[in-house]
């Protein structure tokens, strides 16, 4: 019998080598890659890799976010980082694949002990228990240090084939991966946004700000420039030409307020707020590298030019001003 498994890759080293074990031991193998709005994940191809040619890539979108990362059943990590939730949310999602292919295992690259937040002994058997996978999920890096799955217990898969690998050293995993004859090493890890701490400290002002409804634009917003919060209002500038455009673009299509200096070197401020405040020109002032007191912006909510206006500053502020309010 000739088993079907779905892998969760990510793209990094250990899913790599957890798909070329299984594919060695017979396995057909369906990559299923799931990328969040806070995925840093490199690009899933690899020449070598036949499996990866079957890949089947899904986008986690406002469900996510509002399920899983803005109300964790277990909890954040260091950062606004919901590991088990998100595992177990990828975890059901990698099951209805599997149901789709009419296959038999889920296959992952977790390491026992490798991450702390979501891959020791106790938290790998809450994320099976909760997915409703128990049985069914082959982890071959560390597998004979975990219960084994169904299909070993009925001698489909060889045991003996698979490996007892623990903790945070990838010096094994990247022996066993140039035996597959491949010498360019994936990431060992992806990354992820959430457990950036500089991130995490705008998503949760983000969230305990929200008044209403949000869409990923909202989440990209969050990804680029400075950020204030002054007096409940927030306000978002750009650090280069890049972003400024970014920023612009993004404003249009949320409708949100837009200043844009016109003869002076600073930045482009958005606020979602569209309130026009005095301390808007202000913190453009300060992070201007034009020192006038004297300048031209022009307004937009949206892709609607409001006015023109000549802004006059009393004194010129500085960075240290603003610090207080930075996000």
Known sequence: ?????????SGGLDSTLAGLICEKLGIEIYPYHL?????????????????????KLEVAGIDYIKEVVFSPKYGYGRGMNPCIDCRIY?????KKYLAEIKGDLLITGEVLSQRPKS???????????????????????????????????????DREKLYAIKGRER????RLLQEFGIFEIPPTSCGCLL?????????????????????????????????????????????????NERLIKLGEIKNYLLIIPQNFNAPVLLSPDKEIEEKMFNLLSAYSKDKKKNFLVIIKKGKEIIKEENIIIASTPQKEDFQVYKI
Do not use: W
Request: one cysteine or more.
């Open 1 to 9: 019998m000739k088993l079907k498994g779905v892998l969760l890759y």
């Open 35 to 55: 990328k969040t709005p806070f995925c840093k994940c490199p690009k899933t191809s690899g020449n070598k890799i036949t499996f990866l040619k079957n890949i």
């Open 90 to 94: 990828l975890f059901k999602k990698a």
């Open 119 to 157: 891959q020791h002994f106790h938290q790998l058997m809450i994320i099976e228990k909760e997915a409703e996978v128990k049985g069914i999920v082959l982890r071959p890096l560390s597998a004979k240090l975990l219960p084994p799955t169904i299909f070993e217990e009925k001698g489909l898969i």
């Open 171 to 174: 010096k094994e995993q990247i």
């Open 195 to 243: 457990v950036d701490e500089n991130f995490s400290k705008r998503l949760k002002d983000f969230k305990d700000n929200l008044k209403g409804d949000f869409d990923l634009i909202d989440i990209e917003i969050l990804k680029i420039g400075r950020h204030f919060r002054v007096d409940g209002k927030k306000y978002v500038i750009g650090r280069n030409k890049e972003e």
